[in-house]
């Protein structure tokens, strides 16, 4: 069964709204997780890293001030994408290290489909 | 930015056909991932291949690792045309629980 779950798994809002994605770890605790961005018919670009306790770490040309991450707990990071706009939709997903017998395995959420009108 | 480039960036063959996909990386890595993602769903992972190992095998999905050429290739056997998606390599630079970095992606389409 799925080990990391995102909700919810599609959202349309309206420009100069915002939007709020989860991402939660099911049966394991992650002080990481990681926030990706596809458009279609591309690659996933790696947005920011959430860190548990303490600020996310945001790659180069993302706006910390429009994608809000929060990782309150060990199990639950949050991205909110603030005043979307059309060019913002998008495929958002999560993805968090779980750890194995032989190190850390990647699972991904099944993402979350956003669309700005 | 992107770390893997596959190749090729698209491949359409016959169902029952051998698929070869490859991908080539700039940075040292801790390992390196294949995914599959069909239109508009998420990702799949496939298989993944440690840096100090070279071959491996999960079904019909036969993974290779060259460090020295910093390349990896992908090849499925037998496809059908199931298989029919998105392939793309991820790889892992620093600790084994840090980011993945995602390459451009193939498109492979099997005809039944």
């Known amino acids: 069964g799925a080990v990391v779950s995102q909700h919810p798994s599609w959202v349309i809002c309206k420009s100069g709204t915002s939007v709020k994605i989860e991402c939660r770890s099911l049966?394991?605790?992650?002080?990481?997780m990681f926030w990706y961005r596809q458009f279609p018919k591309q690659s996933l670009m790696l947005m920011a890293t959430?860190?548990?306790?303490?600020?996310?770490?945001?790659e180069q040309g993302v706006e910390k001030d429009k994608f809000l991450i929060n990782h309150a707990s060990l199990t639950l990071s949050t991205l909110t994408v603030t005043s979307a706009h059309p060019e913002d939709s998008s495929f958002y997903i999560c993805?968090?290290?779980?750890?194995?017998?032989?190190?850390?395995?990647?699972?991904f959420g099944p993402g979350t489909r956003l669309t700005v009108t | 930015s992107q770390q893997g480039e596959e190749d090729p960036q698209a491949l359409s063959i016959q169902e029952g056909e051998n698929a070869t996909m490859n991908c080539s990386y700039k940075?040292?890595?801790?390992?390196l991932q294949w995914y599959r993602q069909n239109s508009g769903r998420g990702l799949v992972h496939l298989i993944l291949?440690?840096?100090?190992?070279r071959e491996k095998h999960s079904g019909r999905l036969r993974v290779t690792l060259d460090t020295s050429k910093k390349s990896s290739s992908l090849l499925i056997t037998a496809s059908r045309a199931a298989d029919t998606a998105s392939y793309f390599c991820?790889?892992?630079?620093?600790?084994?629980?840090?980011?993945?970095?995602f390459g451009k992606g193939i498109t492979l389409s099997v005809r039944p």
């Open positions: 959430s860190n548990e306790g303490s600020k996310a770490t945001y």
């Open positions: 049966d394991f605790q992650a002080t990481t």
């Open positions: 291949i440690r840096s100090n190992e």
């Open positions: 991820a790889t892992v630079e620093g600790g084994a629980n840090s980011k993945l970095t």
């Open positions: 993805s968090a290290p779980k750890p194995t017998s032989g190190g850390y395995e990647q699972y």
């Open positions: 940075t040292s890595i801790n390992n």
